[in-house]
C-alpha cells in the first residue's frame, strides 16, 4: 500500500493562541501557504480560560458591588444584604462572552482566509516533518504528517501547581477551571497574590465568597505604592490576606482544605484556587527531534526570535517572555516578519504595558521606581497626582483610592509609569506611544486632552512640568526681566 502523500506548507504555525493567529494571519497576508496546529482550543488560553472569561466575571462582580453600595451615590430601595450572585447565570454570562469573542476565532473563519487548520497535537519527528495526532475535540481519525519550511512555535504556557499540592491529593482548581463553576462558594483560598489570583479574589469576595489570599504581598511584581493601595482596598471589602507562603494543604473535616501558611498557621475554605503563575509550555512537542534548545525557562531563542535552528522561530509564554497577549501577538508578528521579509529586527521589546483588572486597575509601563532611581539618581524626575486631582476620578467617586505616578529623564522623555485608578489600562496605553515615539512631557503637556477625561490627569502632570520649565534658562530669565519691567 502506497504511503500518504505529505502535504508542504511554507509556513507552519504552532498554537492558535494570540501568537499563533497574528502569526497564521500575517503569513498569510504575505502571501505565505499557512497551516495552524491547536491541540485544544482556537482561540488559545485568552479566550477561553484567560483574559475573556476573567474580565467577564470582573464585570458581573462589579455590578454586584455597584447595586450594594448605590445608596452612596443617592440611590434608594436597593438593599444592599438583598444583593446576591446567582452562580449559574454569572457563569452563562461569562460563557455567552466566551463565545461571542470565540465565533470569530473558528477553524472555519481562518480556513476561508487561505490558513489550514488541523485540530491535534503536534510533534516534531525532524526539523522539517511534523506529526499531528488526534487531540480531545480533534477533526482527525488518525495522526497525520506534514512538512514545513518554516515553524513559529506559539504553545504559550500552563498553570504552575506546587508538588506539595499535587502530592497531597487534595481537589482544588486553576485558572483553567474557575470558570465553569456554577455554584457560589462559601470561601475560597487562594495560594498566590499576582494578577490572576487578585483579580479572581475580588471578583469572587464582591459576589458573594470570603475569600482569603496566601501571598508574603499582593502584587509582587508591581509599584509598592500601588500594590499597597489595592491591599487596603481589598481588605476593606472584606478579603482576608494572610501574609506567607503556603507550605502543606490537607482536607479538612467538613470536605474543604486546609491550608498551612509559612509559621503554622493554618487556613480552612471549601474550595482551593492555585494562581501560583505560569510556566511556558511545549511537553511532548518533540523538540529534541528537531534539534531545537530549550531550558526550564523557555525555548531559548534570539533576539530575532530565532531558536537554535535556523527556520524554526518562537514567540509568546513559550521563550518564557513577559506573558501577555498583546505581547505574544507583537512577537509572533515579528517573528513571521523576520523570516519572510528582507532583513530583521528585534523581537524583544522593553516598553510593554500590563494592566492588572482589579478595582481601582493597576498599569504600568517601563521602569519601575527601583530601576528607575537606580539609573537615574537625583537626576531623575518622578511626577506622582493624586487621583483627588483628577477630576473625573472625583465624580466618579473613586479619588480615594489611587494615583498617577510618571518617570522621566533630564531630556524630559518619560521612562516609566504606574497607574492606579479606574480605566488605568486605557491611560497607560497613552504613556506606552508617548514612551515608543520619544514624547516628551513638555509634548505631552502641551497636547489638548478632553476634559473631564481620565486621561486629562496625565495631560496636567506633564502641562505642570512644561510651565515649571519656562522659569528655568534664557526663557525663564526674560519672564523675570518682564516681570520687573
Known amino acids: 500500500m502506497a504511503a500518504d502523500k505529505i502535504e508542504e506548507f511554507s509556513v507552519v504555525i504552532i498554537g492558535a493562541g494570540s501568537g499563533g493567529l497574528t502569526a497564521a494571519q500575517f503569513a498569510a497576508r504575505l502571501g505565505a501557504k499557512a497551516c495552524l496546529i491547536e491541540e485544544r482550543h482556537v482561540g488559545g488560553d485568552c479566550t477561553w480560560t484567560g483574559c475573556v472569561p476573567s474580565k467577564a ?20 430601595g436597593i438593599d444592599s444584604e438583598s444583593v446576591k450572585a446567582d452562580m449559574q ?66 504553545t504559550g504556557a500552563r498553570p504552575i501547581v506546587p508538588d506539595f499540592v499535587t502530592e497531597s491529593g487534595v481537589p482544588f482548581i486553576t485558572y483553567e477551571q474557575i470558570f465553569n463553576i456554577t455554584e457560589l462558594p462559601k470561601s475560597l483560598v487562594i495560594i ?24 508574603s504581598r499582593i502584587l509582587p511584581k508591581e509599584d509598592r505604592d500601588a500594590a499597597e493601595v489595592l491591599t487596603k482596598v481589598l481588605e476593606r471589602e472584606g478579603l482576608k490576606h494572610y501574609k506567607g507562603r503556603a507550605e ?38 518533540g523538540l529534541e527531534n528537531a534539534g531545537v534548545e530549550y531550558t526550564s525557562k523557555g525555548i531559548t531563542v534570539d533576539s ?26 507583537w512577537q509572533a508578528f515579528m517573528a513571521v516578519r523576520n523570516f519572510i521579509l528582507p532583513s530583521s529586527t528585534s523581537g524583544i521589546a522593553d516598553i510593554i504595558p ?5 478595582d481601582p486597575e493597576i498599569a504600568a509601563v517601563g521602569m519601575s521606581e527601583e530601576e528607575f532611581r537606580a539609573q537615574y539618581g537625583d537626576e531623575g524626575r518622578i511626577e506622582i497626582r493624586s487621583l483627588e486631582h483628577v477630576d473625573r476620578a472625583v465624580v466618579e467617586g473613586e479619588h480615594h483610592d489611587g494615583f498617577y505616578k510618571i518617570m522621566y529623564s533630564p531630556d524630559q522623555k518619560i521612562r516609566g509609569a504606574t497607574m492606579v485608578s479606574q480605566r488605568a489600562g486605557e491611560t497607560i ?17 502641551k497636547t489638548i ?22 522659569f528655568h534658562g534664557l526663557t525663564g530669565r526674560l519672564i523675570n526681566w518682564l516681570k520687573r519691567v
Open 57 to 76: 466575571l470582573i464585570k458581573s462582580a462589579k455590578v454586584a458591588h455597584h447595586a450594594r453600595t448605590a445608596a452612596d451615590f443617592g440611590i434608594a
Open 89 to 154: 447565570r454569572v457563569h452563562d454570562y461569562v460563557h455567552k462572552s466566551i463565545g461571542e469573542v470565540a465565533k470569530h476565532e473558528t477553524k472555519e473563519h481562518f480556513e476561508s482566509k487561505g490558513i489550514r487548520v488541523f485540530l491535534g497535537r503536534a510533534k516534531f519527528e525532524s526539523a522539517h516533518i511534523i506529526e499531528i495526532s488526534p487531540s480531545e475535540g480533534s477533526d482527525l481519525t488518525r495522526p497525520v504528517k506534514i512538512k514545513c519550511d518554516r515553524v513559529v512555535i506559539c
Open 192 to 215: 498566590g497574590g499576582g494578577p490572576i489570583g487578585i483579580e479572581m479574589a475580588q471578583a469572587y469576595q464582591r459576589l458573594g465568597t470570603q475569600v482569603s489570599v496566601i501571598a
Open 248 to 285: 502543606a494543604v490537607a482536607s479538612s473535616p467538613d470536605g474543604g482544605v486546609t491550608v498551612t501558611v509559612t509559621g503554622g498557621e493554618q487556613v480552612t475554605s471549601s474550595l482551593l484556587l492555585v494562581a501560583a503563575g505560569r510556566r511556558p509550555w511545549f511537553e511532548g512537542l
Open 304 to 329: 530575532t526570535l530565532k531558536t537554535s535552528v535556523s527556520h524554526i522561530y518562537a514567540a509568546g509564554d513559550c521563550i518564557g517572555s513577559a506573558q501577555f497577549t498583546h505581547y505574544a501577538g
Open 354 to 358: 500590563r494592566v492588572t483588572f482589579s
Open 429 to 445: 496605553n497613552e504613556i506606552a506611544v508617548a514612551m515608543t515615539q520619544g514624547i516628551t512631557m513638555k509634548s505631552l503637556g
Open 449 to 470: 486632552h478632553a476634559y473631564p477625561s481620565f486621561g486629562f490627569g496625565a495631560q496636567q502632570m506633564a502641562s505642570d512640568v512644561a510651565v515649571e520649565g519656562l
